[in-house]
């Protein structure tokens, strides 16, 4: 027995999302949304505006919109709706021009009589097709010709309802026509009786078993027959609305004359006022403006109309602008349809995208119903940031000029002699005294390596650590918002993940200062606020490291400006500019006292302000601190090492 051979054929999938296609990465997605939340944007406005930008594989909903709205021009800027009338004025012309000719052949009063009533004849095309009803043609061209205008009516109405009619009665004879007429009857019976709730499944299946095949979609049920016929019979309203007066009522004349017989006229209007009765909600008044030079006919004009329709709707789902907007009310098929199959990829991709993000929890419900970025979310914002972090400590080389003072670390009371890779400071009267008695015992060198000793210092088990950010109206003026929320989510990843022992406090300062949550620093929007209260900053920083008295102090202070406002012991803030000396002393005091709890304090200075330059300067010196001038683009990774710094000490 001889083997088949089997043939495969492999394509994309088509049907549904690709079961073998890889998940959806949405780091980046992420990444995005949380800049723009991090902006001053909610997360469902960043959610949209990433769906509407696309990605840098996928075109988003503007792009897709865009070409929407060229489709639609390129449809009225090329087309106009008067194409059957046209068609049906160069038959007529053809065939009085026959008639005449033939008629110019005969020499008879009865040719000369004819002539007459051909010049007798409306101006107007519906008119003279009416007049010449009964006309006794004398040439056979002519006669041709005028029963073409009444096929050719007759197909472009039907044309208007019914999907391939026009082609199908093609040379259709008298009994073909009977049969339209008798499926249009049965059917206005049938949506007669739906109306009243009379109608049954069983008369819609005898129905469509008696006339199936003027209907090739296939509808299941009357409902879905209905939706079908209305759709199109409102485009053909829709394409009538938009001719002009004159057009649409010579149209209406010659629409009497399809086949030679006005009652598929009549059938036609019943059915229309049936279904528009059953649809109301359709688009029944609308018009488009159509002024090309390709013209339509009446079928055509009316797909034509369809199409806009399609496009307007497609253009109303890509916008998303309408309340409980999803990706999934836009028609993917009607998108490929009109715009190609990449658009219809995208689409899809950018549905899926939205889809993953929800499934994975990323947005959860604030108490007042607004939509906020889960803990989740926040984690995975935050090992972005932190990855950056990593990525430029990573690539510096060597340290930042900065200025230091004070001491480098916990002192024990006890010393002990120095080793190879100490940094710990030298204990002078120890060094001093070791070297004296090492001369005194003979050697006559000043100062030996092995004379000298260091303070013993211990490294804590865990950190309270502080971060005070500025969110005066400066930050956001001069683009230090994103950046410094950046590196909060970085230095917030870092401690939850590497160091959870440690607590951390996210501390803002603007007129007033307040401790705040991640999330709540994360969607912060920079709101116009006079005002630097770093001294009410420090004193809720100072709050929380007495709260963890065993742990090692850090506070890390990130501002672009001097202090310009403190707190009264009423409570109120008190703004002025210059800084006052009043708001200087609440400053300084309340350093002094956080300093008494000997923390790792380092000011990371904003800008080239030289009256904060001076400022920060003076007080680091106050409190043994440290002055770094990061670039906005290195601040997170600046941050960072120095709480690392800090931890080792």
């Known amino acids: 027995m001889a083997r088949r051979s089997r043939r495969y054929a492999y394509g994309p999938y088509v049907d549904g999302p690709d079961p073998l296609a890889p998940p959806v990465d949405i780091r980046a997605a992420l990444d995005e949304i949380g800049r723009d939340v991090m902006d001053g944007s909610s997360p469902r406005t960043a959610l949209q505006e990433l769906l509407r ?63 007459m009533q051909l010049d007798a004849l409306p101006s107007d095309t519906g008119g003279a097709v009416r007049e010449l009803n009964d006309y006794d043609w004398q040439s056979s061209d002519a006669r041709e010709a005028y029963e073409e205008i009444r096929d050719l009516l007759g197909r472009e109405m039907l044309d208007q309802r019914f999907q391939g009619m026009k082609q199908a009665m ?92 006005p009652r598929l006229a009549q059938a036609l209007a019943q059915l229309d006022a049936q279904l528009q009765g059953l649809r109301p909600g359709e688009d029944w008044e609308g018009r488009g403006r159509f002024r090309g030079d390709n013209p339509l006919g009446m079928g055509e004009a009316t797909r034509a109309m369809e199409q806009l329709g399609q496009l307007d709707a497609l253009a109303e789902q ?45 947005f959860e419900r604030a108490p007042d119903g607004s939509l906020q970025l889960s803990p989740k979310a926040l984690r995975r914002l935050g090992e972005s940031a932190l990855r950056d972090v990593v990525d430029k400590i990573g690539a510096r080389r060597g340290e930042r000029e900065d200025r230091r003072s004070g001491p480098a670390g916990e002192a024990t009371g006890a010393t002990r002699p120095w080793a190879f890779g100490d940094t710990e400071a030298w204990s002078v009267p120890r060094t001093l005294l070791n070297a004296q008695l090492r001369r005194a ?149 309340a350093l002094d006292k956080i300093t008494t709890l000997r923390p790792s304090i380092t000011f990371f200075m904003l800008g080239d302000d030289p009256r904060l330059a001076m400022f920060v300067d003076d007080v680091a010196r106050r409190c043994s601190g440290r002055v770094v001038a990061p670039t906005l683009d290195g601040l997170g990774a600046e941050v960072v090492s120095d709480y690392i710094r800090a931890r080792k000490r």
């Open 318 to 362: 890509l916008s998303q602008s309408y309340p409980g907007a999803r990706m999934e009310d836009i028609d993917i098929d009607a998108l490929g349809e009109h715009l190609g199959d990449q658009a219809r990829v995208d689409a899809r991709a950018l549905a899926e995208l939205q889809r993953e993000l929800e499934r994975q929890g990323l």
């Open 441 to 589: 015992g003979g050697d006559d060198r000043a100062l030996d390596v092995t004379d000298v000793e260091i303070v013993e210092t211990e490294q804590r088990s865990r950190a309270a650590v502080a971060l005070l950010v500025d969110t005066s109206w400066s930050m956001v003026q001069d683009g230090r918002w994103v950046p410094m929320k950046r590196t909060a989510l970085a230095l917030h990843q870092l401690i939850s993940t590497r160091f959870r022992g440690d607590d951390l406090k996210l501390i803002t300062f603007g007129r007033h200062a307040r401790s705040v949550e991640l999330g709540e620093l994360v969607g912060l929007e920079g709101v116009w606020e006079q005002g630097t209260n770093l001294h009410h900053a420090l004193l809720l920083a100072g709050e929380h490291l007495r709260h963890n008295p065993d742990a090692q102090p850090v506070v890390l202070v990130v501002t672009d400006g001097e202090p310009t406002a403190h707190l009264e012991p009423d409570g109120e803030a008190v703004f002025d500019w210059p800084p006052s000396p009043e708001t200087l002393r609440a400053t300084i005091g």
């Open 170 to 261: 093609e040379n259709a004879t008298p009994e073909d026509v009977e049969r339209i007429r008798e499926m249009l009857d049965d059917l206005n019976d049938l949506l007669a009786n739906h109306a009243q709730g009379q109608d049954t499944q069983q008369q819609f299946e005898q129905f469509m078993q008696k006339h199936g095949e003027f209907f090739p979609e296939n509808p299941q049920n009357t409902e879905e027959l209905v939706d079908l016929l209305a759709q199109r019979a409102a485009a053909a309203q829709r394409m009538l609305n938009s001719m002009s007066a004159e057009q649409r009522a010579e149209l209406m004349e010659l629409s009497q004359q399809a086949f030679g017989d």
């Open 53 to 115: 930008r696309g990605t840098r594989e996928r075109r988003g909903l503007d792009e897709l919109t865009r070409e929407v709205w060229q489709r639609r021009s390129r449809l009225q800027r090329e087309n106009r709706l008067d194409g059957t009338l046209q068609q049906v004025r160069e038959l007529l012309q053809r065939a009085l021009d026959a008639e005449r000719d033939q008629l110019g052949r005969q020499d008879t009063d009865d040719a000369r009589f004819r002539e």
